[in-house]
């Protein structure tokens, strides 16, 4: 899931259905400052691509196994600008 804290920063949590996707819970995990907090966030430094948002997660799973992850990144531009 995205979720967006009080800075405005997007970031992606984790979250499981028991029931076929009716109810959520977030999942807490191991290492993370808040229980059921945010597990991936906006890279650090200028020149990272995503360096300034992370959001609109999709999550495929693989014919083989396993599972990959899509998600809409936003950093600047040489020249400042949002891209």
């Not at 609109?56 to 799973?61: D, G, M, N, Q, S």
């Amino acid at each position: 899931f995205e979720g967006v804290n009080n800075a405005t920063v997007h970031s992606l949590g984790l979250a499981k259905s028991e029931d076929g996707g009716r109810t959520w819970a977030k999942v807490s995990v191991p290492g993370r400052e808040e229980p059921g907090g945010p597990i991936f966030g906006p890279r650090r430094g200028e020149d990272a691509w995503d360096c300034r948002v992370v959001g609109t997660p999709y999550l495929v799973k693989m014919q083989g196994g396993g599972f990959r992850l899509y998600y809409v990144g936003s950093g600047f531009a040489e020249d400042g600008e949002t891209t």
